[in-house]
């Protein structure tokens, strides 16, 4: 049986609401419509932690990953697009992003499952 995390779930775009699961899958919903879009198999454990910046859905996993996917083709296809994956040491426990000081820059703060945070910066 699958579970939603408690706060696993984001908006995008002001137009979707991205709700990530125990088993590694992200479940899309139309905000405007309050439709069901798709489901995706975005990491090989549990989505953990989950945040939108920009056009971009980023998302934190119990496999030790951080992911960025494209949220643009969404309306057509209904499917997110990975533009990036970070490795991480352990298990993502929490997640965000904020704007980087370059236009288009993401700063992302992960913490893990030993009391590490770590910063990246994503362009």
Known sequence: ENKVWPL???PVQDKYIAIGDSSGQVHLW???SKT???TQTVHADGVSSI???NQFLITGSLDSTIKMWSTEAI???GHL???GHFNWTSSIEAMG???GQEPGEAV???GDCTGGVTLLKWK
């Open 108 to 110: 992302i703060m992960g």
């Open 97 to 99: 992003a904020v704007q």
């Open 36 to 38: 069901f879009i798709a």
């Open 81 to 83: 697009r990975q533009v």
């Open 30 to 32: 139309s905000i405007s």
């Open 75 to 77: 309306d057509k296809s």
């Open 8 to 10: 696993a779930m984001t």
């Open 51 to 53: 945040t939108s910046f």
